[in-house]
């Protein structure tokens, strides 16, 4: 579905637009974006965390208090998804226009719920410095 100034995207829309820009760190992404990625990467490590533990529960490398962590699908769905996660998140601080380099504060404590409070806000309306809005479908 084509949105319209102002507008949201969709789920599907959303994950193709992350998958096409795999590493693309120029640009802007508004909020629906990114969140429906994040919807995604969780949906994806939940299913191959049960399918890890379904293929390789008894294949345990490490093992602490029963506990048994062999997790090659997760692992790779993770490494996977680390660099368009990486890409969308500075793809989304360039929408509020704020520099990409932010994404460092996040290896701090208190810098994840920043960015967290951060990534619920809206982005500029209109063009800034990092390119047009995405959400405006208007021609150009």
Do not use: C
């Not at 490490?62 to 890409?87: C, D, E, K, Y």
């Amino acid at each position: 579905m084509k949105t319209s100034y102002g507008q949201r995207l969709e789920f599907g829309e959303s994950i193709s637009s992350v998958l096409s820009k795999y590493a693309t760190f120029h640009g802007r992404a508004p909020r629906s974006e990114y969140w429906w990625w994040v919807l995604f990467t969780i949906l994806v490590q939940a299913a191959t965390g049960i399918l890890d533990a379904a293929l390789f529960d008894n294949y345990g490398l490490i093992a602490h208090h029963g506990a048994r962590g062999f997790t090659p699908l997760s692992s790779l769905a993770g490494l996977a998804m680390l660099l368009p996660s990486l890409a969308v998140g500075a793809r989304r601080f360039h929408d509020m226009g704020r520099s990409a380099w932010w994404l460092l504060i996040g290896l701090t404590g208190i810098g994840a719920f920043v960015i967290f409070f951060w990534f619920m806000a809206r982005g500029d309306e209109g063009p800034n410095r990092y390119g047009r809005d995405p959400l405006d479908r208007r021609p150009v």
